[in-house]
């Protein structure tokens, strides 16, 4: 326990730690701090309320929905803030249901929080279905065009892989519901895509998206959900009325507004190009290391996966934790459960799934951190192979 403590209090006071699960989270900008506290502290207001102070306080939240909108490439519809992707998630998709023959429509690859919502709709006696993924980790659409009908409600699929980073084609999803199920809903989880590449909802023809701060340098604790036409859903929890009515509780506004300021740091795109080049950099660093193995599934620059024969991930995650690299093993939200279903479903093997360690990078960081950590990566595994003699 001492040695642990000494360890997490050597990273606090700045000891060298590079960090490699910016899927999980990611680093609060130091301005988010700041505008946090000045609105826990100062601006600390009920919006709700009818005060001159709450009326300028909701003010600066209905600015903060507006920047949404924007990052969103949004012309029309708006945000509910909640809590974070779990919670929109679960909107999204117990809001959408409607009593009657219909259908809902997910894929193999989604995140817990939404996977795990389908299964309980599916226990509740509705029609669920669930589309596999091909072989280079998206939504088989051919197997998607089976399975919709003019029954279909809700088709739910994620934008960007939390687990491989493949990117989904969702427009080619929205023509074949336009097509095969006009009347239903489509719901994407955006949460590793929104704010990491670039997207509109306005281009991609979707009607709902889930999206969380922490993912972008923003406060844990709040996100929001994206609703074209506000009649799609209706609340899951009754209370005050706020946010429209879909999601009340007194809006969680310092977050809100720390959200806000990560929003308006951010250029998308030139993040998104400048993290391609730190991958590349990473990738270059474990060329012709024989043994490990790199599933780059084309998508999102910010994730991949790396398989290490011979050897667990679980060892070689805390064998770098050891060492101050920080990686992954897959969504934290099932990371602590046997298997990983997104990998199963595409095809690898559980010798290969029980092998892999989950990279994904963040724009900030820096050529030297990422080779470093390949470095350190290709050490580390070569000592795990020497004890295996």
Known sequence: MCQVFIKIYGFLKGESMIFLDNAGTTKMFDECG??????????????????????RVHSEIESARRVCLKKLGALTGTVIFTSGAT???????????????????FSYGEHPSVFNVARSLELSGQKVHFVDLNEAGKVDTEKLKEVLSPKTRLISIMLVSNETGAINDVKEIVALKNQYAPRAVVHIDAVQGFM???FSVEDLGVDMVSFSAHKFHGPKGVGGLYVRNLNLIKNIVDGGGQEYNLRSGTENVPAIMAMKTALEKIDVKENFKRTAHLKEVFNETLENCEGIKILDFGGSPYIE???FSCVKGETMLHALDEKGVIVGLGSACSA?????RILENIGYNKEEIISSVRISFNAYMTEDEVKSAGEIIKKTYAEMLERLK
């Open 34 to 55: 700041a505008t946090y506290t000045h609105f826990a502290c100062e601006e600390f207001f009920n919006p709700s309320a009818v005060s001159r102070e709450s009326a």
């Open 87 to 105: 919670e929109s998630n679960n909107l999204a998709i117990k809001g959408s249901k409607k009593n009657g023959d219909f259908e809902y429509v």
């Open 196 to 198: 990491k590449i670039p």
């Open 305 to 307: 996966v790396l398989l």
């Open 336 to 340: 602590k459960k046997a298997g990983n």
